[in-house]
């Protein structure tokens, strides 16, 4: 049981690590990346990952996978990584970060939807905490919200918590690793984004050596590496644990301002950090209980099933027919 514990507490630490990279993302862009380019950079961010992540996994989709890889490239990478920088322009101050933020409560209806999974009180008061926390660290007193903006921000909160529950719900295909699952959803959602850039924004920059190093650094740590392990940890965790640890990302970029920007940090700003990170905690605690008929008739089918296999075997039965342990892996709280 403790090295259970261990175990899920090492995985959730290795997948916090995709939002706290992500916190770096308006540090690196504002400091070593050309100006309003904001499709030129999500471009540079996912198909070059997204290459190199296939040709390291070596496995391309197979069936309806080819879709199913599209779908979700489309979701979680072509149209979100557009509508987050088209939000980030248009809106003052931190705006996008703070709608960004509701994430949580977008997973937990769309899991009605398509997971079957009920979301506690616990649950949405967790999401309402950590939005009122990341509201508290970034959002300043600024002109009247960009209608566009707005909407730029709620499309792109929508569209990753969509392709967050679509990745839970259908899983990986046998013997397809996470390494490949990521590959196909930046290099399809790169394939998205690069014909938008160059109808929008004309032909590619000239770039000096700090934007090709800041484009390095955003294509392999903070896109490769940590889309890796944002989709290994979805393939582990409940959506809604995953989609709790999304106000890091603001945070992290509050701290990264704080130490390296010279920017300041006011005592409220500080006080919603602690709620927003204690919010972070709470969406990691599981429930005890299933949540579901589901998981609880695959629990009850676990224990018959051990049951089955500890009842002495009729004489002369052949081994090939004996009874198979069976687990309903689609099952919530079924993988530990």
Do not use: C, H
Request: no cysteine; charged share 10%; glycine share 12%.
């Amino acid at each position: 049981m403790a090295t259970n514990r261990f175990a899920l507490t090492a995985l959730t630490a290795l997948t916090a690590l995709a939002p706290v990279s992500w916190g770096s993302t308006y540090a690196v862009t504002t400091e070593f990346l050309p100006a309003d380019r904001p499709l030129f950079t999500a471009a540079l961010r996912a198909l070059p990952a997204g290459l190199l992540l296939l040709a390291l996994a070596r496995v391309l989709p197979r069936g309806v996978w080819w879709g199913k890889a599209a779908v979700l490239g489309a979701l979680n990478i072509g149209a979100f990584f557009p509508l987050l920088f088209l939000s980030a322009y248009r809106l003052p101050g931190g705006m996008a970060a703070v709608v960004g933020s509701v994430g949580p409560l977008f997973v937990a209806g769309l899991s009605v939807l398509l997971l079957a999974d009920r979301p506690t009180l616990r649950t949405l008061l967790t999401g309402v905490a950590a939005a009122l926390g990341v509201s508290l660290v970034v959002l300043k007193a600024a002109g009247a919200l960009d209608p566009v903006g707005v909407l730029a921000a709620l499309a792109s909160t929508a569209s990753m918590s969509a392709g967050t529950v679509l990745t839970k719900r259908w899983g990986r295909p046998d013997g397809v690793g996470p390494l490949a699952l990521t590959a196909w959803q930046l290099t399809a959602g790169g394939l998205l984004i690069v014909p938008v850039a160059l109808a929008v924004e004309g032909a590619p920059p000239a770039l000096d050596g700090r934007a090709v190093g800041g484009y390095l650094y955003l294509a392999l740590a903070n896109t490769a590496v940590a889309y890796w392990l944002w989709f290994r940890g979805i393939g582990r965790l409940t959506a809604t644990q995953v989609t709790f640890l999304g106000p890091l990302s603001p945070l992290t970029a509050a701290v990264i301002g704080w130490a390296a920007l010279g920017q300041t940090l006011t005592p409220l700003q500080l006080a919603g950090m602690g709620l927003a990170f204690g919010a972070t905690i709470l969406g990691q605690l599981r429930t005890r209980e299933p949540a579901t008929a589901a998981a609880a008739t695959a629990a009850t089918s676990r224990r018959g099933a051990a049951i089955v296999r500890q009842a002495p075997r009729p004489v002369g039965r052949a081994e090939g027919n004996a009874p198979e342990d069976t687990m309903d892996l689609s099952a919530p709280g079924s993988r530990r």
